[in-house]
Structure formats: structure tokens, C-alpha cells
């Protein structure tokens, strides 16, 4: 994976930020919005691009476009920026192999304190029940 190729596709769209603002909110486009087509990326291989399918699976769009917003600060250039390693951080964990998992047994230790705490468990039942009437 190349980051340079990669920051070379995203395209990004400035626009009004929501929420209050002041005198200069309803002048300024401070919210970035970046989209990265996933599916065409010519930066990534087959596996790369399966592997980030799955992980943002929910993120995509149909068209299989990533939209990620920013609208942190009051900057169009820090929301940029911060749209930038931030969409970085979500590839490198999507890119990073999961560790197989090895099957593992419990100690015979703890296999015999479960079951000597359930008899425990069974007597503390068995007297609080009623004496059978002989």
C-alpha cells in the first residue's frame, strides 16, 4: 500500500458546517467531506481492497465510495488534515491481519474449582429446601 497514491485519489468537498455559528459561519464552507472510490483505487490489490471491503462494510456506499465528515474546527484546512490521518488510522487497521486464534483447554486446576464451587452451590441449595417427610 502506497499512502502517497492513495492521498492522491481521495477527493474532498468543502460545505457549510451544521450547529450554531456567528457573523461568519453562514459565509465560510469549514466542513470537509472526503470520498475515496474503493473499488476503482488503483493503489490497492485485490486482497487489500476484499480485506477494507469487509471492514468498512458498513461505511460504503453502494457504489462502493467511502464518505468520511469532518467538521471539528472552525477550519477547512485542520479539517482536512485531520480528515486525512484519520482516514489513514482506519486503513492501517482495516489492512492489519488478524491474529489466528489457538484453541486453547482449560487447566485441570480450573476445571475442578468450577465444578467444586457448583457442588458448593448444590449443597447451599439442597439445605435450604424442606425436610422430606419420612
Known sequence: M???????????????????GGQHANKVSSKVELN?????????NESEK???????KNRLSQTGILVLNC????????????L???????L????????????????RSAVLKRLESKK???QKKQQRQKPKPE
Open 120 to 122: 458448593k452451590q448444590a
Open 2 to 20: 502506497d499512502k502517497q497514491l492513495i492521498l492522491q485519489e481521495l477527493q474532498f468537498r468543502a460545505m457549510r458546517s451544521s450547529g450554531p
Open 50 to 56: 476484499e480485506r477494507l471491503s469487509q471492514f468498512f
Open 71 to 82: 467538521d471539528e474546527t472552525r477550519s477547512q484546512h485542520q479539517n482536512r488534515s485531520l
Open 36 to 44: 475515496f472510490n474503493l473499488k476503482d483505487s488503483k493503489s490497492l
Open 92 to 107: 492501517d487497521t482495516g489492512l492489519k491481519k488478524p491474529k489466528p486464534r489457538k484453541q486453547t483447554r482449560p487447566k
Open 84 to 90: 486525512i490521518s484519520r482516514f489513514l488510522k482506519l
